[in-house]
């Protein structure tokens, strides 16, 4: 069967190997692609996690270098960006003016503070609200039109804060903004080593995605060289179930469906 892994971050961003470790760990366990995904982050005062914008250069031609070097598997060239509202012509920018296989979009922060960081960012909000907030500024994300591949959809349950009321339409809304703007989403399995203990998107919801025709792709979102397609089997197993048969590849921006 016919397996690529697109979110990886090396020590480029805050991975904790460098590239070949992980390429090294996905020829082994038999990955026909790997793609690398640095944290960029174009807000100065939040680059945390970030590679330093200035790398990029370096970092296009390291990965091109490691496709000779490693013949045996293709290896493409991803970024994730972190998505701020108002900064679309910046983020376009980048976008344009690097040779990228893939751009994946993540919503890591509401406003300045970011939703993975810890339980404190939950304590005493509405979690209602947080969830609303949450699923609005991805489909803002992916109405940018920027981005190839949407990462954690909804990563806000990583704590396993959970609102109340019924979130169904937020799914909903969710799946229609993919469908309607040709985007894919990715089922993120590193969820699996975070409290929350499950992937992302909620399983309960993927059914929703499937009725609305959205495209999928698996991911691990390894920071260690040795999660590199980590729970891949059960996260494909899932996606059959609710009704799921193609996965997305891609090449030069360029996507391709291929059947799983
Ligand atoms: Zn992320
Ligand atoms: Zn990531």
């Given amino acids: 069967m016919y397996r690529t892994d697109y979110h990886i971050h090396s020590t480029f961003s805050d991975g904790r190997a460098i590239p070949e470790e992980y390429v090294e760990s996905a020829i082994r366990i038999g990955l026909n692609e790997i793609g690398f995904s640095e ?4 807000t100065k005062e939040l680059q945390r996690w970030s590679m330093d914008p200035a ?90 039109g920027l981005f190839d591949i949407i990462g954690h959809p909804d990563l806000v349950r990583i704590h396993k804060f959970r ?3 019924d979130i169904t339409h937020l799914y909903e809304k969710l799946a229609s903004y993919f469908a ?13 080593n975070k409290p929350l203990g499950d992937f992302y998107p909620d399983k309960d919801y993927l059914h929703i995605f499937a009725r609305h025709g959205v495209n999928v792709c698996v991911n691990s979102d390894a920071h260690y060289a040795d999660r590199v397609g980590q729970f891949f089997n059960e996260a494909y197993e899932m996606l059959r179930i609710n009704g799921f048969s193609k996965m997305a590849t891609f090449i030069k921006r360029e996507r391709y469906l291929l059947p799983f």
């Fill in 39 to 42: 944290h960029l982050t174009l």
């Fill in 55 to 144: 790398r990029l250069p370096e970092y296009i031609d390291y990965i091109e270098s490691l496709k000779n070097r490693y013949p045996g598997i293709a290896i493409r060239t991803g970024i994730e960006l972190d998505y701020f509202p108002g900064m679309e012509k910046e983020l376009s920018k980048i976008c344009e003016e690097y040779p990228f296989d893939y751009i994946i979009g993540s919503v890591h922060y509401l406003g300045d503070q970011t939703v993975d960081l810890g339980r404190e960012f939950y304590l005493g909000k509405d979690i209602n609200l947080i969830y609303e907030n949450y699923f609005n500024l991805v489909c803002e994300a992916i109405a940018s």
């Fill in 163 to 165: 609102p109340d009321n």
């Fill in 180 to 192: 309607m703007h040709d985007v894919v989403f990715e089922l993120n399995t590193n969820g699996r």
